[in-house]
């Protein structure tokens, strides 16, 4: 049995007022005092997320005062990807722990594949089958998307960082992902397509490229945050 995550309430560490980026910095932090393999299962107010690199584009500080005058504020997060929509209905698991490596990138794989079988199995309870896959087209695509008859429907992303209060070699991950759940997949994917054409880029997402498990059953899913928790008391990994 692999030992079980500590789950935070989100009040804890993503506080009003305080960025997406000092929030996973906090819950870092936890980890290298502590120790312990901490987990926050939340939804995030309505907004953009975004990684750090989107600061580099000269127009990031234009379209970030453009949308949030439209009610859509934009938020910088650590871990990489890309435009992360954020709304009522998308699920948010912030998972961070110590991991014992020399080489980090010798271990991305694994913990990405952990985190989506993690996933995966609370899909399974709504009789939903998923995989790791690329979903081209999907707002922040990548290798390890979960999709649903090559549709997106959960995304992930990493954040390594050194513990340099650690005596071994150690370093504090944050393993992300976001779910859409009870979310409405097109609107999402319309509010990544307005950060993009505020920044005047020629990027597109493709709201046929997405799913949600509401629209898979055709009705709201219940109790998915609890299913989530209640695997996180025996993880894959």
Known sequence: MNTPFFALPPSSIFEDGRSRRDSETRLL????????????????????????SYQRHPRFEAASR?????????????????????AAGVINVHLAYP??????????????LGLCDLI?????????HATPQPVQGSFCDGRFNLAVAGKKIAGTAQYWRRNRTASTPTFSLLSHAVILVNANSAELTDMANRFEAALHSPVRYL?????????????????FEQILLQGLQNPPF
């Open 29 to 52: 932090d936890r980890v290298d005092q502590q120790g312990q393999r901490l987990a926050v299962i939340h939804q995030a107010s309505r907004g953009i997320s975004v990684p750090r």
């Open 99 to 112: 991991v014992h490596a020399n080489y980090p990138l010798q271990q991305v794989e694994a913990h990405y």
């Open 66 to 86: 453009q949308l949030a005058a439209t009610g859509l504020p934009v938020d910088v997060r650590l871990s990489g990807g890309g435009v992360v929509p954020q």
């Open 207 to 223: 709201p046929e490229k997405t799913t949600s498990v509401i629209a898979l059953l055709g009705s709201p899913a219940s109790d």
């Open 120 to 128: 995966a199995h609370a899909l399974d309870g709504y009789g939903i």
